[in-house]
């Protein structure tokens, strides 16, 4: 049972353009989200998290919004990049849990110059 | 500077073999994660340590273990790998709740 879910495997964007990465979840119990950006042969690597008490939490390029009563959260990333051509995991975790993350299968983002 | 070290970043074994594959840490986190990722696939959380607590995760295949000596180093033991273990395999730390990631090992049974 896939606790949280990143229904596109892949997305193609413009440089310059606004990339939209989406992850849906199934618990309820889940309070607190991250992104992790992750390059071929290489571990993920944080990106930006929101915690349940906020529905939206920005950091530069990258804005991640939280809709909880949808279970669902995204991504924005503005301006894209070629850079940030990379594969995005959605995370989930409990708070109470020490930070044990349950990850989505992942989005791969292609930013065409 | 790594934070979080993983060796080797590949590793060929042959099939039923055992194999450990090693974890560093320079962080001084109090925790420690052992995932597994496929291809194409979510990375899969196999077990943690909270300190010197183990935590195995239910689904966790018996031919896994995981020995933590220090709070630096963490060890992954597959004790007679079959072809369906070759994946990535990630190491990760964490003091609250962002986990640091090493650069995994890739797993090869041949």
């Known amino acids: 049972d896939q606790q949280v879910k990143q229904n596109s495997p892949s997305l193609s964007v413009q440089e310059g353009r606004i990339s939209i990465l989406n992850c849906d979840y199934t618990?309820?119990?889940?309070?607190?989200f991250l992104w992790y950006k992750k390059y071929p042969a290489e571990g993920p690597t944080f990106l930006i998290s929101?915690?349940?008490?906020?529905d939206k939490n920005e950091d530069g390029r990258f804005t991640v919004f939280l809709n909880k009563s949808a279970k669902h959260l995204s991504l924005h990333i503005v301006p894209s990049q070629p850079g940030d051509s990379a594969v995005y995991f959605c995370?989930?975790?409990?708070?109470?849990?020490?930070?044990?993350?349950?990850f989505g299968q992942g989005t791969t983002l292609q930013v065409k110059p | 500077d790594a934070m979080v070290i993983q060796n080797p970043r590949y590793q060929v074994t042959q099939f039923g073999k055992p194999v450990t594959l090693s974890c560093s840490q320079t962080?001084?986190?109090?925790?420690m994660y052992w995932y597994q990722q496929k291809s194409s696939q979510a990375p899969k959380l196999l077990f943690h340590?909270?300190?010197?607590?183990?935590?195995n995760e239910a689904d966790t295949p018996d031919n896994f273990q995981s020995r933590r000596p220090n709070t630096s180093f963490c060890f992954l033991d597959i004790r007679s790998p079959g072809l369906g273990d070759a994946a990535m395999y990630l190491c990760?730390?964490?003091?609250?709740?962002?986990?640091?990631f090493g650069q995994g090992t890739r797993l090869t049974v041949v």
């Open positions: 990760a730390t964490s003091r609250v709740f962002e986990a640091f």
């Open positions: 618990n309820s119990m889940f309070d607190y």
């Open positions: 929101i915690s349940s008490i906020k």
């Open positions: 995370a989930a975790t409990r708070s109470s849990n020490t930070g044990k993350l349950i």
């Open positions: 962080l001084n986190h109090n925790v």
């Open positions: 340590y909270y300190d010197k607590d183990f935590n």
